[in-house]
């Protein structure tokens, strides 16, 4: 994005506070709809000719076609030219990203070379990964239909800036406390765990409890984890029963899951 007005575009458009922000500083928004539910994931960078934009979890072309839908003259703004970034983070467990040390490079450049010794992780490496932490990037956690505390996102969204996208609805979720589902891992070493597939059932005494939403396989070990939407009166249990073959896996709150704000 080209233009002296970006910044306050982007603060207008994205759950975060960007107007102030520095050049070169990392900003991690989440693009809402009107009704406060995610679309996509953002990562911003302030530019001194305007904002780069990196869409980490999303379609690419509806950001681009909703920015584009909403610029006027007055805002000084105007959409580049789409291209690919590689981007290069650190995967450590338990721990959330630096931001100060994540690389954006252009597609044909060398890594820094603090990062030569480091290897590229391969996608399953990758799925492995986000799957152990509880990182909400796959489509199966970002169906366009979840707010960003569901998915654990709260250090995403500013709840003292003015007026955005989704805004009104994302405040009175935080106002009133609580939501009705959110994201945790799950895991299990049970006989049949490598039946289990995205958009099993969760249940707990018989009633509903959740929907699986990723899962890893390890057909060697007969080890399976993954994420699941949990209902937030199923959130105190331990284990969880999944699938139609009612296998029990255990459930915990993923080391990148941020809390939404509580009640009061």
Not at 125 to 146: I, V
Not at 161 to 178: D, H, M, N, P, W
Not at 197 to 226: M, P, Y
């Amino acid at each position: 994005m080209h233009g002296s007005g970006c910044s306050s575009f982007l603060h207008g458009q994205t759950s975060a506070r960007v107007d102030g922000c520095s050049d070169g500083d990392l900003i991690q928004a989440c693009w809402l709809n009107a009704t406060g539910r995610v679309q996509a994931l953002l990562e911003i960078r302030l530019t001194t000719d305007g904002a780069d934009v990196l869409v980490l979890s999303g379609e690419i072309d509806r950001v681009a076609s909703g920015f584009d839908r909403v610029i006027f003259p007055a805002d000084q703004v105007r959409l580049g030219e789409q291209g690919q970034q590689r981007r290069m983070q650190r995967l450590q467990a338990g721990k959330a990203p630096e931001l100060n040390q994540v690389v954006w490079l252009d597609a044909n450049a060398d890594p820094p070379p603090s990062w030569t010794d480091r290897s590229p992780c391969n996608p399953a490496e990758l799925e492995c990964w986000r799957n152990k932490q509880g990182w909400p990037l796959g489509h199966q956690e970002l169906t366009g239909d979840t707010n960003p505390f569901e998915l654990g996102l709260s250090r995403w969204v500013d709840l003292n800036k003015g007026c955005y996208l989704g805004q009104e609805t994302v405040a009175k979720l935080a106002s009133r406390g609580g939501v009705k589902q959110e994201l945790r891992c799950w895991q299990s070493t049970a006989e049949g765990c490598l039946d289990l597939e995205s958009g099993d059932q969760l249940s707990l005494n018989d009633s509903r409890a959740g929907l699986i939403t990723s899962v890893c396989k390890d057909s060697a070990t007969g080890h399976c984890f993954g994420l699941a939407f949990v209902r937030r009166q199923a959130l105190d249990a331990e284990t969880l029963l999944a699938g139609t073959s009612g296998v029990e896996v255990s459930i915990s709150r993923p080391s990148a899951f941020c809390e939404p704000p509580s009640r009061g």
